[in-house]
């Protein structure tokens, strides 16, 4: 029997299926991406058969489960970017949400910063997200206080190196990224050179 294209699943198949995500996505919180998916089995209770034959891969299974969170992570960061009125302070807001989020969940951090780029619908949704601050950078420019050389490719940029920035140095220092963005930024202000 199948459903939308999709063959209907047993009871315990489709169980086994909502602990796999389950768990990719505690595993993938804690520890990033490229967290062993036997270790995510492990966590599950199932077989890393039963992980394969469900998933086929690592990809799959980060596409069945990081979509909504870099959507969630994502939308947060521009409600608190939208509910600021000066246009600079609504730009510095959003990249220093995404940042302070990269600091906090490795799984957001691998996922923004297109660490695997092999998982379709999540870079899809990661180009849709970012694509959506255009308006914020967009906004700060025609005030005059963003830099009007400054691109969505440089916004993705900042936020890939903070990216590493955090991956590099977040177990000796946990905050090192905060001065990082602090430079950065004030290099995007304008009046500060072209």
């Not at 058969?49 to 969170?69: H, K, Q, S, W």
């Amino acid at each position: 029997m199948k459903t939308e294209g999709k063959p209907t699943l047993r009871r315990d198949a489709r169980r086994n299926q909502e602990r796999l995500l389950t768990a990719a996505a505690e595993a993938f919180r804690e520890k990033g991406l490229t967290v062993p998916l036997e270790e995510i089995a492990q966590r599950a209770g199932v077989s890393a058969g039963t992980l394969y034959n469900r998933f086929g891969g690592r990809e799959a299974l980060i596409d069945a489960v990081m979509p909504e969170l870099v959507a969630e992570r994502m939308d947060e960061a521009m409600r608190r970017a939208e509910a600021v009125d000066d246009p600079w302070e609504s730009f510095v807001t959003y990249v220093t949400v995404l940042c302070e989020q990269q600091a906090d969940d490795p799984a957001f951090r691998d996922a923004i910063s297109r660490q695997l780029q092999d998982a379709p619908e999540l870079t899809a949704r990661c180009t849709a997200e970012l694509a959506k601050s255009v308006r914020l950078l967009e906004r700060a420019q025609q005030s005059g206080t963003l830099r009007p050389d400054v691109t969505s490719d440089d916004l993705m940029l900042l936020i890939f190196t903070n990216a590493l920035i955090v991956r590099e140095t977040v177990e000796a220092t946990p905050d090192a990224w905060r001065r990082t963005l602090s430079f950065s930024l004030a290099g995007l202000r304008a009046g500060c050179g072209s």
